[in-house]
């Protein structure tokens, strides 16, 4: 994990490190779109994980409603009521080590989402800022999904009472990938803001 973000943060850095050679651009430029589809892809599949597997302290907003008409419809306690989804999740796993397997896989996916941003940020070419946006709002997406998912796991590992210790540091190397995440799309950001105010160009 270490050495990942390690990379991870030379690749960002490479954004910065010298001025954009602009007459590799054109022969480069296919190269960029690919990564950009890369990283929108990386975010796009690890949000839908986290919103699939219902890593979030918060009940999704449908959830929420159908508690809300069954409160109205049969009183406080209706069926309807929403339950408590880390004790639905320590319940459902079959091991502690599921919870585990589960933050170190989260924890890669955002390393590589982490990894995509950057070679987006530090590509070497003219990026569109609609392009740019793009990016940006793919690589803020996972991240808030990711942030979402550790304050879900932190929560269970408080309460699943086993394995404190491994819990403690698969957390931990999970906040390091979010982290990394967060400089990646903050290099995104900044690229595309030292672009000021030109119009969108597609």
């Avoid at 409603?65 to 339950?83: F, M, T």
């Avoid at 408590?84 to 924890?107: H, W």
Wanted: one cysteine or more.
């Amino acid at each position: 994990m270490a050495c990942a973000c390690a990379l991870i943060a030379f690749t960002v850095a490479g954004c910065a490190s010298g001025p954009i050679d602009m007459a590799r651009a054109p022969a480069e430029q296919a190269g960029v779109i690919a990564e950009e589809a890369a990283l929108r892809d990386t975010a796009g599949s690890l949000a839908a994980h986290v919103e699939a597997q219902g890593w979030t302290l918060t009940p999704p907003a449908g959830d929420a409603a159908l508690s809300l008409l069954g409160r109205l419809i049969g009183g406080q306690g209706a069926p309807a009521d929403i339950g408590d989804p880390v004790e639905d999740y320590i319940n459902a796993a079959t091991s502690p080590g599921r919870i585990s397997a589960d933050i170190s896989d989260l924890g890669l996916k955002t390393l590589q989402v982490a990894v995509d941003a950057g070679a987006v940020a530090a590509a070497p070419v003219v990026l569109s800022l609609s392009a740019l946006e793009r990016d940006i709002a793919a690589a803020e997406t996972a991240l808030g999904a990711v942030r979402r998912a550790r304050a879900f796991f932190a929560e269970v590992s408080a309460r699943a009472g086993t394995q404190a210790d491994l819990l403690s540091e698969k957390l931990a190397e999970l906040a390091a990938a979010e982290t990394a995440l967060a400089e990646a799309a903050d290099a995104l950001a900044e690229r595309r803001w030292s672009r000021g105010s030109e119009p969108l160009s597609g």
